[in-house]
Each structure stands twice: as structure tokens, then as C-alpha cells.
């Protein structure tokens, strides 16, 4: 297998289609296969998601069962610790400290700093700033670049030792599927970040995103931000399995928006709440009749 750079898959791709797909079953696979055009071609769309996912990733002789991890090991000398950094990032630890605490055996924090940035380099690490923060801060977090290396290292990577070993549809249901849920949660916000730059977005709200990231600071904490074309700005939260979202969510986030400068005195600020389900009758009447208020599920995602 070819271990060169992943190819950028765009999450556009995968919301729409395969066309049999459920929309919910096309964000998770998005989640789980992530950026390569290889994983996608390989999909075949006339089965399920699930019976993909067993082929291609946990059956004894699947083809792309140890990719993420020989993605990581190829570009790296000695890659315990390499391994270690990515397995914390896909465990959803963002901030330097505890990346280090994760990781651990290191003498000190700065330590750490040749091995995120080798990750960089690679393709497999990138870091973000806080969209309200100055290019010089020391606001930083870190993420993983493809969720396809997330999902493996955080959902397959804790049954490796069973991986070829036990049927792969009772690998599935026992070890990995459970573990999928808290990986969508971290990823839906990459994912919708996508959508906004894409055509996706531009349907929804008329202008597409030109800049998207995070907002985090003193008293505010924001996975989905960003500012359209139109100069509207976006404040997103989003959820999955976690359950719906209901009207107390939009009075505790007008109180996070307080305490950040980013998009502060611009005519159109909309709060986005995008979670799996349709909303619930109290949220969307929220959404009618606020224009300022955007409440969306997965199906408005695929565009149904």
C-alpha cells in the first residue's frame, strides 16, 4: 500500500452520497474514512456503512486495517512517542500540557515540541489559533488532520489486540461501534466547518464561509466558529449523541459571546446549534422566529 501523503477528500463528498445512505450514516462516514480517495473508492455503495467498515478496516484481510498507523509510522525514527501524540489528539486533548501529561517520559513540556511539529510537517498535526487571538499568541491547539487517523487510533487502535482475530461484525458491535459515538462528537465540528466553505453552507445561509476555526478564551469555549463572505459571523455548537439541544443552550451561549471580541459590532450575528436529530418543537420555533438563531440536523447537511 502506497503511504504517501492522504489525498484531500472534501466533506462534500461524503454528504452526498453514497445516494442510499442515510444522512446520518454519511456524516459517520465521514468521520471514519475521513480524507483519503483511496478509502473512497474503495466504498461500495450498494452495502451499508457498517458492512464497508467491517471490510475494509477490521476483517482479517482488510485492506486499510492498519493504514493510520503505518501513516504515522512511515514518516517518523523511533515513533513510540510520535504514536502517542497523535493517540492523545484522537482522544480529543487539544492544549500542550496535557498532550505532554499524556504522553508522558519527557523531561520537560518543551520536549514535546519536536514531535507536534514533525507531525505538522507530515500532514498529520495542524495547529489552530483562537479566531479572536493575534498571530503572535501563545493560544494554541492542535488537531488531528484527517478524522479517518482519529477514529482508528481512538475506536479501533483500544481493540488492536483482537483486530483479525475475532469476527469482524463482533468486533464491531462489542469493541469499536461503542466507542464511535464520543469520535463524531469531536469530529462533527470539523465536518461542519467544511460545509460552511462548501456549497452546502452557501445554500443555507446565501454566502459561503471564508474563514472558519475555533473561539476560546477566559469564560468562552467555541469548536465552530467563523465569518461568511457577506460578513456575517457564525458561532456554532454542535452536538451528536449527547442529545438535543434545547433553549437554555442559546441563553448560556449569548453569555460566552459576551466575552469574546471576534465579530464584534458586525450587523449579522447567527448562532448555529447543529446536532443529529430535527429539533424539538421549542428549539424550532426558536429558530423561526429569531433570523439570528440557525438550528440544523444532519438532513440539512445532506441537503434533504
Sequence with gaps: FDLERLEP??????????????????????????RSARLRAAIDP??????????????????FGST??????????????????????????????EIGAFVGDLSSSGQLGPYLSTLEDLGIVCVER?????????????????????FWFSCVLPAWSRLGVIDAGD????????????????????????????????????????????????????????TLTNG???????????????????????????RTRYGFARESRIRLLVQRDPPEHALARLDARDPEVRVLSVNDLVGR
Excluded: K
Excluded at 9 to 34: M, N, S
Excluded at 70 to 91: H, I, K, M, N
Design 68 to 97: 493510520a498507523l503505518d501513516r504515522v509510522r512511515a514518516g517518523v525514527q523511533r515513533p513510540e512517542r510520535y504514536l502517542r501524540v497523535v493517540e492523545a489528539l484522537a482522544r480529543g486533548l487539544v492544549e500542550w500540557g
Design 9 to 34: 477528500l472534501g466533506i462534500a463528498e461524503w454528504l452526498a452520497g453514497p445516494p442510499g445512505w442515510a444522512p446520518a450514516d454519511r456524516v459517520r462516514a465521514a468521520a471514519i474514512f475521513g
Design 232 to 258: 456575517a459571523i457564525i458561532y456554532g455548537w454542535t452536538r451528536w449523541a449527547s442529545g438535543s439541544f434545547d433553549p437554555s443552550t442559546l441563553e448560556a451561549s449569548a453569555g460566552q459571546l459576551r
Design 171 to 226: 468486533l464491531w458491535r462489542e469493541e469499536v461501534g461503542p466507542r464511535l459515538a464520543p469520535h463524531l462528537e469531536r469530529t462533527l465540528p470539523v465536518i461542519v466547518r467544511e460545509w460552511l466553505m462548501g456549497p452546502g453552507g452557501a445554500a443555507v445561509f446565501g454566502a459561503r464561509a471564508r474563514e472558519v476555526g475555533g473561539l476560546w478564551g477566559e469564560g468562552y469555549d467555541l469548536d465552530l466558529a467563523g
Design 130 to 150: 483562537s479566531l479572536d487571538a493575534g498571530s503572535r499568541t501563545r493560544r494554541r491547539r492542535y488537531r488531528l488532520t484527517d478524522p479517518h487517523i482519529g
Design 46 to 63: 450498494s452495502r451499508s456503512l457498517e458492512w464497508n467498515l467491517c471490510t475494509l478496516l477490521l476483517a482479517p484481510d482488510a485492506p
